[in-house]
């Protein structure tokens, strides 16, 4: 009997076996059946997202949905429009920014949905200030604009090569700088989207690439670099070659490290104004300190050491932070297991017999927590309280920071009130330059802390203690 039913089982197996490669094969001939039959509609050119909407349309509603106005309790702008004014919710910000443009208007932000219209709509960009047009790189859809711009500039062939080719490269490199020295109000004209397919991937094949000129600029710097860079293997690899050509992440890069390369071609540590092209500070590598040491030893086409302002009150020469979630991510423990961006932001789910990524870019928080569940063995309830409560920690710390920073600009305020030069503080505002530029790392990302909870606190360890010597120095000062 036993012999008889195992007679009958594996013909019924390998039926079963049979059954299911058919099927995968099936499935895998008609997805490349269907990126053969893309219609010729989609070019290098084609920017609204509606176009590539109507082949694509279940990652078209979601990436609609980006409109929401959601928001967690240490992220997102909020339900309100416009968006949540951080000046008004933090007041201690009014003073770290004294005399620089984000003192007059600075608030959390939303959606990709709203990453152009918020950036007009802010203050920062309007009368008494002046923007240049080197911001447009990371709130629109500029891809075709910087191509197009860069051929009226000279580059060479046509806007309908790929932008993989030299050719292309040359078209977006040059166009790039030409949009980047236009006022602000000047380049905002040439554009019309927010974030758009074309953005990330190829109109050809659908392939993941990079398109934002500073970051492919910045990438290529970092590989050049000594600094680790353990988390990127296509780095490591070219590093181990004979180097004969930049690194290029559209080359070399693995898919996985795509998925996290381009969220992090705009959600990244930046500086751009008339005097110099928009840069990425990776030439030492993507820790504070690092890019804090890059910035110290670059100078202005003048000659004048970088800073990013002078601080109205206590005549610092200090940093401002932008964004720096690409480069605290590459920090944590997620970064070195090999988790990319759009494991956790762009969950795939399953429809049908499609797996698709979710372009809902979103925080796990807004959703299920059934990302982090691919991994954490853990109930969503408690994932979700490790990860408010890291950031509750977090929050309290950054806090206490800016505190501790504010005590040293009052400081040096009234030292400078007193008689004494900037000469004479000089070690001082040093401090709180060192001191600031941490805390502002932290307080400008926006995971609060949890893309590397660990790098979080040391920085604003660090912040604490040198906000703590200048003060010291500022007392010693006053003794003599």
Known sequence: MKKKMRSLFLPLLACAFAAGLFGLQSNDAARVEEAAARPPSLTEQTVDPAEWGRHFPRQYEDHLRTSELT????????????????LEENPRLKILYSGYVFSADYRARRGHAYMLSDQRETLRVKAPFSQSGGCLQCHASNVAVYRNQGIASGAPGTPDEPLTSRNGYDQLMRGFEKVGKMPFDEATKLVNHTLACIDCHDPKNMELRVTRPAFIQGIRALAASEATAAQFPSIEKWRGGNRAEPYDPNAMASRQEKRSFVCGQCHAEYFCNFETTLFYPWNNGLKANEIENYYNSYKFPDGRTFSDWKHENSGAEVLKAQHPEFELWSQGIHSRRGVSCADCHMQ???????RISDHWIRSPLLGKMEACQDCHQSTAEEIRAEVQDIQERTHKMLRRAEDSVVELIRALADARAAGYEDRQLREAQEYQRGAQWRVDFVGSENSMGIHASGEAFRLLTEAMDLAARGRTAVHNIQLR
């Not at 795939?348 to 499609?354: I, L, V, W």
């Open 71 to 86: 928001g967690t309790k240490y992220g997102g702008g909020g339900s309100g429009s416009p968006a949540a004014n951080r």
């Open 348 to 354: 795939s789910r399953q429809e049908g017999e499609n």
